[in-house]
């Protein structure tokens, strides 16, 4: 089927920590892939996406690099910040489906602490 | 501008009320959505809208009717509602629908509670 798997968390780090989320999906075909992260008493806002293998997408700090042989999309930080608490959600959506449908991993939870 | 914005962001109702929630994209953008979030949930696609006809809905309950009165707006009216559909509705949008790389741009979401 399609789906997607991530860590769900919550995850505690301190500031400066390194952060990983493990994200793997099932898909037919060669999906885009996508992390949104929701920021408290907000909405989903994308933070990166990749649209074909290798792509690496990045922004404000974060990486994420698409891997077909490992059907993988993990998150990576190298320095976490408080303001990075928040709710991160990996997400896939096919190119070969009747519709433009995006599917959501459970979601995982960061708290970082000073 | 890369905004979508709903209105209201609160909105408290009794079972009997009827209220509307509004959405709003000036990105040009042909495809919108609802969805609903639960608490520690993802969001749950409801309704998809194409070139503002109904492309998709997802098996929603009746007393959940959305609108699309132009390309810019979608709303969704509520009637009758039962307090589990209490959470935060989310609204999003995409240059296109059917297929493809485009991501979509999500709204802040309306809190909504049903009392």
């Known amino acids: 089927g399609n789906s997607v798997t991530q860590m769900e968390g919550p995850v505690t780090l301190s500031e400066e920590a390194f952060l990983t989320i493990n994200c793997t999906y099932t898909a037919t075909g060669y999906p885009s892939l996508f992390w949104y992260v929701q920021y408290p008493g907000e909405g989903l806002q994308l933070l990166l996406k990749a649209t074909k293998a290798d792509d690496k997408g990045s922004n404000k700090g974060f990486e994420a690099t698409y891997r077909k042989e490992t059907t993988s999309f993990h998150l990576e930080k190298g320095s976490v910040q408080v303001s990075d608490s928040a709710v991160y959600f990996c997400?896939?959506?096919?190119?070969?489906?009747?519709?433009?449908?995006?599917?959501f991993g459970p979601g995982t939870s960061l708290s970082v602490i000073p | 501008d890369t905004e979508v914005t709903q209105t209201p962001k609160h909105l408290v109702m009794g079972m009997t009320n009827k209220k509307s929630l509004k959405c709003e994209q000036h990105m040009g953008h042909r495809a919108m959505y609802w969805y609903k979030q639960k608490a520690k949930k993802p969001p749950e696609l409801m309704f998809v809208?194409?070139?503002?006809?109904?492309?998709i809905n997802e098996s929603v309950p009746s007393r959940f009717s959305p609108e699309c009165p132009n390309s810019s707006l979608l709303n969704l009216h509520l009637h009758a509602l039962q307090p589990e559909d209490s959470a935060l509705y989310l609204c999003a949008s995409s240059p296109s629908f059917g297929g493809g790389i485009h991501e979509q741009y999500f709204g802040p979401g309306t809190r909504l509670t049903v009392t």
């Open positions: 997400a896939r959506k096919g190119i070969n489906t009747s519709y433009d449908k995006v599917i």
């Open positions: 809208y194409s070139y503002e006809k109904l492309s």
